[in-house]
């Protein structure tokens, strides 16, 4: 199976882009998540490329899971797909590079699992955000209760899940569930611009920093403190490291070389 119904991708220079394309709403169903996969596999195939983006090609970036689709679901669906489904989700969090999400009008359920898992999300105005989940017999499954309660903490998470409050951009971005908020019009621009910012650095550097992060999430301070000892050792002995500093003290542009 290709991709191209659900789901799209294309590159500019040594950023990915993906794009939700099924227009006005988005859907996830089956064949999303098989382009998705698809995509996926291609990202992991690339050489240079230093960032991904997550976007829309209409007003809203997706209002969740085709109730249609879900309709279907059954234990033994479950326990033969859910953990494919949840690493679909933690590809992003896992892939060494930056993931940017781009969101806009509707991001409903399975879509606020999906931007959880990646490293920034940048908001326009226009978005809404809601996991109604509970109201349909169900609790998030694919990194809701997980991510999300990491991102915003215990009660601004049992407010999005358990009582399904929904909450516009503003709001998003008081309780940290996206870390920029933009005008509509000025959305792709800034995503983009930021996917470049963090390109233009070197790539070891920004892979270790992704890391490192996500390590002191899930460990002690001591396993956090011994990865930063580690990657320390590794990026002081690297060029890019030299090009940094030299580029920096002689005033010009560096040119790195992930070397």
């Not at 064949?31 to 991904?52: D, M, N, W």
């Not at 009582?163 to 983009?192: H, Q, T, W």
Request: proline fraction near 2%; aromatic fraction near 10%; hydrophobic fraction near 40%.
């Amino acid at each position: 199976m290709s991709y191209g119904t659900k789901v799209n991708y294309k590159r500019k220079e040594n950023i990915g882009k993906v794009i939700l394309c099924n227009s006005p709403l988005n859907l996830v169903d089956e064949k999303f998540f098989y382009e998705l996969e698809k995509i996926q596999q291609k990202i992991k195939s690339e050489k240079g490329l230093r960032a991904v983006i997550i976007v829309s090609d209409g007003e809203n970036f997706s209002a969740g899971i085709d109730l249609k689709y879900l309709s279907k679901a059954s234990s033994s669906f479950m326990k033969n797909n859910l953990q494919w489904l949840q690493e679909l989700y933690s590809f992003w969090q896992n892939l060494s590079i930056p993931v940017i999400a781009g969101i806009s009008g509707y991001c409903i359920g399975s879509a606020v699992e999906l931007i959880a898992g990646v490293d920034l999300r940048v908001s326009a105005k226009s978005a809404l955000f809601s996991l109604p989940e509970v109201q349909l017999g169900l609790s998030p499954d694919m990194g809701g209760t997980t991510r999300i309660t990491k991102i915003i903490g215990i009660g601004q998470a049992k407010k999005l899940i358990m009582a399904c409050d929904k909450i516009d951009a503003k709001e998003a971005y008081r309780i940290g569930l996206v870390e920029y908020l933009v005008e509509d019009e000025s959305l792709n621009e800034f995503v983009m611009k930021l996917a470049k910012k963090l390109s233009s650095y070197p790539p070891s550097s920004v892979r270790f920093a992704k890391n490192g992060i996500n390590i002191a999430e899930e460990n002690s301070t001591e396993a956090g403190l011994l990865f930063e000892q580690a990657q320390s050792i590794y990026c002081s002995g690297t060029n890019d490291f030299e090009e940094g500093i030299s580029s920096f003290i002689e005033k010009r542009k560096a040119k790195f070389k992930d070397e």
